[in-house]
């Protein structure tokens, strides 16, 4: 706890470039990165990738809701990284990994 005391809730959340705005803006750009991905493949595959993250060394992770679409989406890792480096030039290689919600 800081010497100043502790603070309320409502100043943390609303305090202007805050550990909590970050973690917000993060979270919107991955939600973001993942519709613009789910855009660029055809809806059925679309419906099966549950989010995507671009790291900081350039690989973008795109997670699958199960392994037999994780595979299908490993077809199309190469759509899905000219779909990312429209926005994301930085961005290398892709990694599709299974996962739930993200």
Known sequence: MSKSGPKSLS???????G???????????RLALGEHLRSSIEPALAAHLRGANLREDGSLVVLADS??????LRFESSRLLAACRRQYPGATRV????????
């Open 19 to 29: 550990a909590i705005e970050r973690l917000a803006a993060a979270a919107a750009g």
């Open 11 to 17: 100043d943390l959340v609303t305090k202007r470039g």
């Open 67 to 72: 392994p037999e679409w994780a595979t299908r």
């Open 95 to 102: 990694l599709v990994r299974v996962g739930g919600a993200a």
